[in-house]
């Protein structure tokens, strides 16, 4: 793939109003791939004073949608399950990593791992997404 | 239940950081149920321009958060799948419920359903919980 | 849809040497639902002496097949949750429903619930079909 | 762990009447894994010919139902997801492992994998139990 269109694409997923007002930043991206980080801030927490679990998913949700877009093919997200481990600290910043596990013409699926600094396993999550097969930049890749 | 024991609760829920940060209110509320609405704001768009994933997932995790809290025993959610079935559009209203399916001493299952407001299906969830078994207001409940 | 069509539809759908196997038999189906029945054999059991989830998926999966199939089109399952509920009695005679709560012209999504004789819930599940688009049987059908 | 209540458990889950009929062989087993095998017959196909999804889930349940039970304290399942990614061909071998991602006092989370004899992968699955910490031989374990 074309360097110059991955940074394109690295560029564009950075520009997410959502993941920008949680404070998600896009950390590593490479077709197939991505990483993304945020810092536990008091506005992530719910009424018990745990991180909601909307933000944690929301995180690993911006990393599966880097990934699955990565080839330059709009990907939508049909099915996902999540299974939520141990609870993340308040002061912890959470990394969260996708990986593509299969791709074909229409469909893939990915893995996603949510992990606090310590490496603690914070959540997983299997995603599956319906590849509607349009490219969104330039002529288009995989 | 006790009614001033309810409102408490529902007095609790109400009062969650992240949701307010995302405009999420809770709607209704009693044991076993909650209802909770988001306007779609800018915020909450991702890349392309649609709703984000996390913030559809946040929506239907608060009503799952309450609708699992409300007999007074804390509960942490384990498992959940979700099934997106369409985009919501970028102007609509969001509406999500969340109703108990099964509760046993340990353990609970719900149901919810995210829906515009002109009555679209947009996502599906099952969610399970494990009950930690502590009441978190007075002397706690069923 | 024409009923000759639906009739053989069924009985393919009947003709299943796993099914067989397990004595599942098909009792109702029309577009978009079917309906299953299983008596509990000492074959099902597991290790322990219960009901083996192996059975009790195969069930529900029997007429997740049979209803996301019902259009004449083939539909291949992608991703599946399922939540185990309450644990069959030995002797119990058990039945799946399939309903179809989303369909496009690509995708489906089916919700299936087991219930024994005296409606107890025994595991709900929600299907995804990713649909290939080929009818099975003559010109085809939805 | 004592070798002899290892070899005494994966005895236990080699004796299983689902499995049996299903041609399910336990290969593999020690404390939080277990690796299974089934060839593909006939009695495993579905109604278009291919093998059965009830087939294949049963495979990977018992691997499942092996390793969370490993430690000699029954868990039951009660949340699985599954994707599926490969349809066997007919004449496959195929082998499921489960292995153990999480474990506390009272939950578990296993990760299965099924594979056919080329390592194609066939499908992934979660699966959460929840440890009703009574030991099934002797005192128990861990």
Same sequence: chains 1, 2, 3, 4.
Avoid at 28 to 47: I, Q, T
Avoid at 55 to 67: K, N, T, V
Avoid at 124 to 133: E, K, L, Q, T
Wanted: proline share 4%; charged share 25%; aromatic share 10%.
């Amino acid at each position: 793939m074309d360097p110059n269109l991955v940074e394109e694409l690295k560029k564009m997923f950075s520009n997410d109003p959502f993941a920008k007002q949680l404070g998600i930043e896009l950390i590593e991206f490479s077709p197939g791939y991505a990483k993304v980080r945020m810092k536990v801030e008091n506005s992530h927490l719910n009424f018990f004073g745990f991180v909601h679990g909307g933000a944690i998913f929301s995180l690993l949700d911006q990393a599966f949608a880097a990934a699955s877009n990565s080839h330059n093919y709009s990907s939508v997200a049909i099915s996902m399950s999540v299974n939520f481990i141990n609870a993340p600290k308040k002061e912890a910043t959470l990394w969260a990593e996708a990986k593509e596990v299969d791709k074909s013409r229409k469909l893939g699926l990915y893995e996603m791992t949510v992990r606090d600094d310590e490496g603690a396993l914070i959540c997983r999550c299997d995603g599956r997404v319906y590849r509607i097969g349009k490219p969104f930049i330039g002529d288009g890749g995989a």
